[in-house]
């Protein structure tokens, strides 16, 4: 059994906040592995969960921001990630 560290936690916390919507969705698709979460321990893996959960709301509202201004090069940017180019 894998388990976190605080460290490891910090660090998760702090990238997950530099997602796109597209490697949230990817991100969220490892963590569902079968696999692995026979192998993380089963707080580690709620706190990984809640993370990016919250992640998505940000993602959400920031769409939904971009959308109502019409920004679709922003609502782009904002899933795929980059400069939206």
Known sequence: MVKMTQEDRQYFKNGVKTLCGT???FA???IEDKD???VIDSKD???MKKELGRQAGAIWAKLLRALKKLDFKEAERILRGGTGK
């Open 23 to 25: 490697e949230l969705l």
């Open 36 to 38: 692995l979460i026979k």
């Open 28 to 30: 969220i698709r490892v």
């Open 45 to 47: 893996l709620e706190f």
